[in-house]
């Protein structure tokens, strides 16, 4: 079992930066692969991007790719996520999410997932 707790959300001009964390506890969080997931109102949740347990595979969604990189540091139990170039279509609740699945391939799909934090609000401006 993991405890995951998500900060650093909030209200941002379109163009601007922010840095989501998120904190873990419980089990080892080293042994998780980590994703980060957003969720706007009437849509379907949706993977921004994925770290192995390592940090040293990454996936990132198209629309997010170069503009938003994810890392984590295992001797802290963070996750990152830093968000720059903010666009209005990142407005949206922020999850961070472990999967206990093993291995190289980097899941993508909500369902791969097992542990969820509660979520943090970004919201994107004009």
């Known amino acids: 079992q993991v405890q995951l707790v998500e900060s650093g959300g909030g209200l941002v001009l379109a163009g601007g930066s922010l840095r989501l964390s998120c904190a873990a506890s419980?089990?080892?969080?080293?042994?998780?692969?980590m994703g980060w997931f957003r969720q706007a109102p009437g849509k379907e949740r949706e993977c921004v991007a994925v770290?192995?347990?390592?940090?040293?595979?990454?996936y990132y969604a198209d629309s997010v790719k170069g503009r938003f990189t994810i890392s984590r540091d295992n001797a802290k139990n963070t996750l990152y996520l830093q968000m720059n170039d903010l666009k209005l279509e990142d407005t949206a609740v922020y999850y961070c999410?472990?999967?206990?699945?093993?291995?190289?391939?980097?899941?993508?799909?909500?369902?791969?997932?097992?542990?969820w934090g509660q979520g943090t609000q970004v919201t994107a401006s004009s």
């Open positions: 770290i192995s347990w390592s940090g040293l595979s990454t």
């Open positions: 419980g089990r080892t969080f080293s042994s998780y692969a």
């Open positions: 999410a472990a999967t206990y699945y093993r291995g190289s391939y980097l899941y993508t799909g909500p369902n791969d997932y097992h542990y």
